[in-house]
């Protein structure tokens, strides 16, 4: 492309050129002919050849007017050129642009390491099979024991520039490339050549010609190792067998039961010997488990096959071991559960013996009734524990299991219906979290603190010291109050409402309430207490004063004080509280305003 452009320019200044060359023989020769013809003008009665020459000029003048009209139309052939083609460079980068947004490149990948991205087609060849080639050529090279990554070289040409290592073709680069990548031809084949460099580099110092001798060497290290740990194996379990065929003679006895001898003592050395024996090629095995990945790992080209031959011979022993893990919960649980049921039957029995022989009495049970219920009892705990311990098993489909499993739940739904749905509502309310130990709530007409939650039943202590019980199916079925939650999250809002006569200005009514709600223990001032008249009576307005606390176990003492406090504020303000109602004539009649509310001997008193 750049040559392309190179030779237009150039053809058309010399067309420029020979432009001003036609139009300067053309004017020299117009003023040769002027010459000549006025001379001829003077001479024309006595040179008659002169007409030739003058017919030879004019066709000479139209050659060079030809001439210059060739020139002018290949000048604008040019041009359009030209034009044509910035116009179609600049669509192909536009389109180009527009197909960046929605298109993804295909990246070079070689030894798991991304070079580059293709976009565009080669030589026949999609941007997926460049990627694959490319990347063949470049890790073939790049697993050579010989190599020398600054070698690669760069050849270019009208049409592509080549990325090189001696006379291999690593990457071809075109102008749609460069388009694509935002540069110039050049400039991507310089980065690209870095990056091949570099990755070449890096894998020459793994593949080089010392790593296969550090390799070889490590090799000969794991071969060696695993002779010697076989040797150190059969030299232990040479000195374990002595040591088994001493115990024969000092430690070892007879196992019996009962009367009945089950193994004798060289019963016993032949088992321990054959599970010594055992241990050792289980011992080798996991050795060779060990060694036989490492010596293929050791190689590139045969890491793959070591993961492997890993997989094919730790997938059948990853089974069996997982299997035996896996059930060694299972099989603590069916322990638990067979201890817990067998001292429970023995306490059963034992409770049951003593009632039977008259030592422990039961009112309306009578003694003879002592072994038959501990029979049924013992019966289902038996069943329980079987349809408890059953799903533990390895392949427990049966459908035993289920009628069992029906039979007590039926027993159990019909004998303690009541009992059941009191421990679904405590999961319920653990879950929903009304309310937690501690908190001060109001249940139905029940106002306290919580102190005891249980699986069946909660326990409230109310202001007054009175425990009580409240089942957990009872709480679920009624609507809860959290006083404590919400003073501790939002800020407790108490609220007293008093009415005061139409003569008294509201505005000052309003300021001696927050002044009274501001000034009681408890009633914090951030948000600050607020006042709303609820009605308009026909004897008086209804005030209500707001404040916000945030200990609602103090409640009821709050409340007191509050109520303290706005009776002194407008004792003290000289305003009376019409509530209950007063009928009084203002004709000299005293007001309602107590003369002395009592605080001047408590100051006195403090004095």
């Known amino acids: ?138 890790e073939k090279l790049g697993n050579s024991l010989v190599l020398y990554p600054d070698s690669v070289k760069i050849e270019s040409t009208d049409i592509v520039t080549d990325i090189m290592y001696k006379d291999k073709v690593l990457i071809s680069l075109t102008d749609k490339d460069a388009m694509w990548e935002g540069v110039s031809r050049d400039s991507l084949a310089l980065r690209d050549r870095a990056i091949i460099v570099a990755k070449l580099t890096d894998m020459n110092a793994k593949n080089g010609v010392w790593q296969l001798v550090k390799r070889i060497v490590y090799l000969i290290l794991i071969v060696v190792g695993q002779y010697v740990l076989f040797r150190l194996t059969n030299w232990l379990f040479r000195k374990l067998k002595k040591r088994i065929l001493l115990l024969k003679e000092i430690k070892l006895k007879p196992f019996k039961i009962q009367e009945y001898e089950l ?51 730790w997938m059948p022993i990853r089974q069996i071991l997982k299997g035996i893990v896996d059930y060694i919960p299972n099989l603590f649980t069916i322990v638990v559960i067979w201890l817990a049921i067998k001292y429970m039957i023995r306490l059963i029995r034992y409770l049951a013996r003593e009632v039977e022989a008259e030592r422990l009495k039961i009112n309306v049970f009578y003694p003879d009734w002592a072994m038959p219920t501990y029979h049924i009892v013992r019966f289902l705990l038996y069943a329980f524990m079987i349809a408890m311990i059953y799903p533990y098993l390895p392949g427990a489909n049966s459908g035993v299991f289920q009628g069992i499993s029906v039979f007590v739940g039926l027993i159990v739904s019909l004998g303690s219906s009541t009992v059941i749905a009191n421990i679904i509502a405590g999961l319920v309310i653990t879950y929903m979290r009304p309310y937690k130990l501690g908190d001060r709530i109001k249940l139905n007409d029940t106002t306290g603190n919580v102190v005891e939650k249980t699986p069946l039943v909660t326990r409230i202590r109310t202001p007054k010291n009175e425990l009580i019980t409240i089942p957990n199916s009872f709480i679920m079925s009624s609507h809860t109050v959290n006083y404590s939650s919400s003073a501790r999250e939002y ?48 004897w008086y307005p209804v005030y209500q004063i707001n404040a916000y606390i945030r200990d609602a176990d103090r409640l009821p003492q709050i409340y007191s004080n509050l109520h303290q406090n706005i009776q002194d504020y407008f004792n003290e303000a000289g305003i009376e509280i019409m509530s209950p109602h007063y009928m009084a004539m203002r004709d000299g009649n005293e007001t309602t305003i107590p003369k002395n509310d009592g605080r001047e001997k408590k100051e006195d008193s403090k004095g």
Do not use: C
């Open 491 to 538: 800020g407790l809002i108490i609220h007293s409402e008093v009415t005061i006569g139409y003569d008294a200005p509201w505005r000052k009514v309003h300021q001696l309430l927050i002044d009274a709600a501001l000034n009681t223990p408890g009633v914090i001032d951030d948000p600050r207490p607020f006042v709303l008249e609820t009605s308009l009576s026909d």
């Open 1 to 138: 492309m750049v040559f392309r452009r190179l030779f237009i320019w150039i053809a058309f200044f010399s067309a420029i050129t020979v432009n001003a060359q036609i139009l300067n023989k053309v004017e020299s020769l117009l003023k040769r002919d002027t010459a000549v013809h006025a001379t001829n003008v003077k001479a024309a009665s006595t040179v008659m050849s002169d007409s030739a020459r003058i017919a030879e000029l004019q066709r000479e003048l139209e050659q060079v007017r030809l001439q210059e009209a060739n020139a002018r139309m290949e000048m604008e052939s040019m041009k359009l050129g030209l034009s044509a083609d910035s116009v179609r460079l600049a669509m192909q980068r536009h389109h180009i642009d527009s197909l960046k947004k929605v298109t993804k490149g295909v990246p070079l990948v070689v030894d798991e390491d991304t070079l580059l991205y293709f976009y565009t087609n080669r030589g026949g060849y999609t941007p997926a099979q460049r990627a694959e080639m490319n990347a063949a050529l470049i």
């Open 263 to 313: 193994l004798d003592t060289a019963k016993q050395v032949s088992l321990l010997l054959m599970l010594a024996n055992l241990g050792r090629y289980l011992f080798m095995l996991v050795q060779l488990l060990f060694t036989v990945p490492l010596v293929f790992i050791v190689f590139p080209q045969t890491e793959k096959l070591a993961y492997t031959l890993l997989g094919y011979l």
